[in-house]
């Protein structure tokens, strides 16, 4: 009876047993080996998922960071399919302009505005896209724009679109892109008072 081998030609007789391209010469190796791959996926499988949330930025921050600053009606949305590797659905979105508080000059001279945002239905195909507000005709919105070549979107899509109530309040849209959080102390006058104060 020999011993064991040992050392470097252990290693290498060992690859040699279980090299793929000579087929695998211990059924038991194989055995261990789908035994550990099931209980890593058992464990995988059963750990706790978590999630992470982070808080906006406030928004002095991110009218800063806006290229425009306007306050708007949402009159007509549009879905669109695109084809990028996949269909996926896009939807523009038509606001009339109420006011501006910063932004281009053309702004202060158009009526409308057009977004183009990620997400949205037609009969056939749906995309939904969290962090994308759900915006729907009659939404009165605060919108902190960026600018992207001709078209323009929320800054941080949600962070951006800031939904309006009945008491002029200011709501951020939650993960259904539709408003669930009150932004305390914050209204289009004192929003807009801040921008153009603002050197």
Do not use: C, N
Request: charged share 25%; glycine share 10%.
């Amino acid at each position: 009876m020999t011993s064991p081998p040992t050392g470097t030609t252990a290693t290498l007789r060992r690859v040699k047993e279980l090299d793929p391209a000579r087929g695998f010469r211990h059924g038991a190796d194989v055995k261990r080996s789908l035994a550990a791959l099931g209980v890593l996926a058992l464990v995988v499988a059963a750990a706790p998922g978590e999630a992470m949330t982070v808080d906006a930025a406030p928004l002095t921050v991110l009218t800063r960071e806006a290229d425009a600053v306007v306050r708007g009606v949402v009159t007509a949305t549009a879905p669109e399919v695109r084809t990028s590797g996949r269909r996926e659905v896009w939807t523009r979105v038509t606001v009339a302009i109420d006011d501006v508080a910063s932004g281009p000059r053309e702004l202060a001279v158009i009526d409308t505005l057009e977004l183009l945002l990620p997400g949205g239905e037609t009969e056939d195909l749906g995309t939904w896209v969290p962090g994308v507000p759900s915006l729907l005709p009659g939404d009165t919105l605060v919108l902190l724009l960026e600018r992207h070549g001709d078209v323009w979107q929320p800054l941080g899509y949600s962070l951006g679109a800031l939904f309006v109530d009945e008491a002029e309040r200011l709501w951020r849209a939650g993960v259904r892109g539709r408003p669930t959080t009150l932004v305390p102390t914050a209204s289009w006058e004192t929003l807009s008072e801040e921008t153009l104060s603002r050197p």
